[in-house]
């Protein structure tokens, strides 16, 4: 097997990457449409709740992924209220850059720099306040 060589500025890569991505993508979410992670023996624990007894901040993703695949919206706000927000954003944006490559006249989306590390900052606080008495309201049903 040999492996494609692309000149520099070639998309071809990028593009392969891209169709890896929605290939593994839809397959996974394939599996959890038909496999519910509320039962017992598909999917494994998550490591930090069964060690710590505390929730990540990733705890009820999947959960509330598999609701969203369902159509219930409210279930999956109740197991991770940002996960409905990241698949919205992710829709947006990805629909944003399709009619961009139909509309060359539309700007190109620029995020800025800060943004990154203030999202992992502020994912950080949510898995602290999770865990936190009183804030129960986000933490996974």
Do not use: K, Q
Not at 41 to 61: D, E, I, K, Q, V
Not at 64 to 86: E, N
Not at 113 to 119: E, K, M, Q, S
Request: aromatic share 12%; glycine share 12%; charged share 15%.
């Amino acid at each position: 097997m040999t492996a494609i060589r692309t000149a520099p500025g070639d998309r071809t890569s990028t593009r392969w990457w891209a169709v890896a991505g929605a290939a593994a993508g839809t397959g996974g979410l394939a599996w959890l449409l038909t496999h519910d992670p509320n039962a017992p023996g598909h999917y494994p624990a998550c490591f930090l709740l069964s060690t710590t007894g505390y929730y990540c901040p990733a705890c009820g993703g999947t959960r509330a992924t598999y609701d969203l695949l369902h159509g219930d919206v409210g279930g999956a706000f109740a197991r991770h209220p940002l996960v409905p927000l990241l698949y919205l954003g992710l829709v947006l944006g990805l629909g944003y850059r399709w009619l961009r490559r139909r509309h060359e006249r539309l700007p190109a989306l620029r995020v800025p720099t800060w943004v990154y590390p203030a999202a992992g900052v502020a994912l950080l606080v949510f898995g602290v306040l999770r865990n936190v008495p009183g804030w129960e309201f986000i933490s996974p049903a």
